[in-house]
């Protein structure tokens, strides 16, 4: 068994953003040398690891040399280069997730086909390899308004991803591969963590919820546990688990689904990383996602994955109308409330809808942690000086 | 208001240790830019800090200079040179807690001779100014065994203090100013945890119990909260609040009490920062101690003290028998139990005794905390390689 603790053990992570610096605190905690690689200095990742280097992620040779620095490597991005994990792998290197894993997540038709061919429940899809050929195959009806369209690469923050009702839309969409889905109605959106070491120990989180605005159709509120019937949340969690066997991976996977108004779950999307689903967990959760990471990875015995109390979580993004340095307005209003902890990645610029933080709001009544949440969103915004 | 999140406003740190680390992590999650000065290039906090600057604390120069580059300045540590932080307040400085708190509480003697003036329950004490006198106070009745014997200064983790039974032990004492106190026989030690900041908010955490091995006199578990009557609970806590009053500190004061047979609550000593027996709250509080310090100094609201569950701290010290690079053994099988969360400070060599970490265990039922939290101390050992 490595000794991972105070030790010369290396653990080497892809990618210098939020989830990184989040991941960086467990590394800490557990006093575990990390190196970092991430294009930008200005990454919030730069300090809290043993080392930092700048680099191209998808860059081949750059990921290669980085990562046989490293005992252990792991990423925080999906964007990374998938041949320098393989050739790591194939030099002997511990790369988890696997390339393997990602390769079947990366591109979101690999990913649609595996869910086909693992008999998982997800809305049905077409897959074009240009713009021309989507468009023709919606003229021939392969696929019907309104629509789901995924770029099948890159996609992140909701870029990449466009709800298609017109024929119009369609025809301003970018050019790009791209993968077209049934546009499911839904009662709830809903998320579960599952955590999976080499040794095959698997737990799963309980399942949130993401709250809608119901204007807007933007997540406001991560809430855990789900407002959910106690038999849809057992289904929800039987379909992650399930999900997480297909993919024998080893890390997290956040699995989203769409509960449908028949109390059917489809699954939308997955992540194999610690996921903005499960930021309640460092407050809210026994063993916090980034901690239950590390130790899948590591393979160490998994933590508990139940909740101390209730959890709400808000995302901060940036304002709409300010771009430049960023100032969190109000932010000792929202202190003043119970349960309430901001957390803030470290990005000096604000742009409008850029993650800036997120802030967590605990409480033993989930109704009252919900009910401050609403003040919490209310109050903070994040603009420019 | 300060913008102290993403800015440039940067916080000074006296003393780069665990306590110093385990701040890191919140100032990072506030992304607060910091500055730590400590005399060792090993020290924990060399990470996680914006800049580190290795240097002695209690040189006047060195103190002076890294204190003028901050915009507020606190501590990890008491041990630290006075008149630097007085002139650094003289040239307008913020320093929190203040050089005049940290005076009234440095020297045990001055300490005692405080809680004497404000007439808060401690135990009857001499104050001598070296060994000679001591023994002739001693010989003179005007204290008598068993005692409890303190070195007014520099006293640390256990270092400078002795409980005396004979006058053998009395004459191999070291050679130092120091105080004689009335051994209190005591039921239970307790503490309390008092948040204050510049605007005099005070919040007070629960009272937490100091469980001691029944044969080697040793404090083995913090349990929070304390297994004791509400009256009693309620007494410490309000003896708690005195002290913080009188002191007027900013920052959080941490209050170690005496329970005697006849529930009495004597105040046995204070520390003016995150304490040991606050480190439950990481795990276990709405707002744990090292968030609810940064919050305190920086004029920030106060954050909700109460648990979300039940917790108890185990020390994990250096076994007696073993110098040299550190291992922990068995924390792989501590892993498996529930609610298990092991802090790794980051000391690369082991010594007898050393406070190298601690482990939490938290559990919605307290009695099964504790249960664990046996089971923790009866499997990990700190050994050398």
Chains 1, 2 share one sequence.
Request: aromatic residues 8%.
């Amino acid at each position: 068994m490595t000794n991972y603790f105070s030790s010369n053990f290396t653990l080497g992570i892809l990618g210098g953003g939020q989830l990184g610096k989040m991941l960086l605190y467990e590394t800490r905690k557990y006093d575990i040398r990390t190196l970092v690689l991430d294009p930008s200095a200005e990454a919030p990742c730069r300090i809290s690891c043993d080392e930092f280097v700048q680099g191209d992620l998808m860059n081949f040779e750059t990921v290669v040399n980085f990562g046989r620095k490293a005992d252990v490597l792991t990423f925080e991005i999906e964007g990374v280069n998938i041949e320098a994990l393989e050739q790591l792998e194939q030099e002997g290197k511990k790369v988890f997730p696997s390339s393997k894993t990602l390769r079947h997540i990366q591109n979101k038709g690999v990913q649609k086909d595996f869910y086909q061919s693992h008999d998982i429940p997800t809305a049905a899809y077409q897959k074009y390899p240009s713009k021309k050929a989507f468009l023709e195959g919606l003229q021939k009806g392969e696929i019907s308004l309104p629509l789901v369209w995924k770029s099948t690469q890159g996609g992140y923050d909701g870029k990449g991803v466009s709800v298609v009702r017109t024929t119009e839309t369609a025809e301003n969409l970018p050019e790009t591969p791209c993968i077209a889905e049934t546009l499911i109605p839904f009662k709830n959106e809903l998320a579960v963590i599952v955590a999976r070491n080499p040794s095959g120990e698997v737990k799963t989180y309980p399942v949130v919820e993401m709250e809608f605005h119901p204007e807007a159709n933007q997540v406001e509120y991560v809430i855990c546990p789900a407002r959910i019937e106690n038999s849809v949340a057992e289904k929800a969690r039987k379909v992650a688990e399930k999900v997480s066997e297909a993919y024998e991976h080893v890390g997290l996977l956040a699995v989203e689904m769409f509960q449908t108004h028949e109390d059917e779950i489809l699954v939308n999307e997955v992540a194999p990383r610690p996921h903005n689903s499960g930021h309640y967990s460092i407050e809210g959760a026994y063993t916090n996602q980034f901690e239950q990471h590390l130790r899948a990875i590591l393979d160490l015995p998994l933590g508990a994955t139940e909740s101390k109390v209730g959890g709400v979580m808000v995302n901060l993004v940036g304002e709409e109308g300010f771009t430049g340095e960023v100032v969190y307005e109000n932010i000792t209003a929202i202190l003043q409330l119970k349960g309430v902890t901001p957390h803030i990645y470290g990005k000096k610029i604000t742009r409008p809808f850029r993650k800036m933080g997120h802030v967590t709001i605990v409480n033993a009544n989930l109704a009252e942690a919900r009910k401050i949440a609403e003040e919490v969103k209310k109050t903070i915004r994040v603009i420019s000086k």
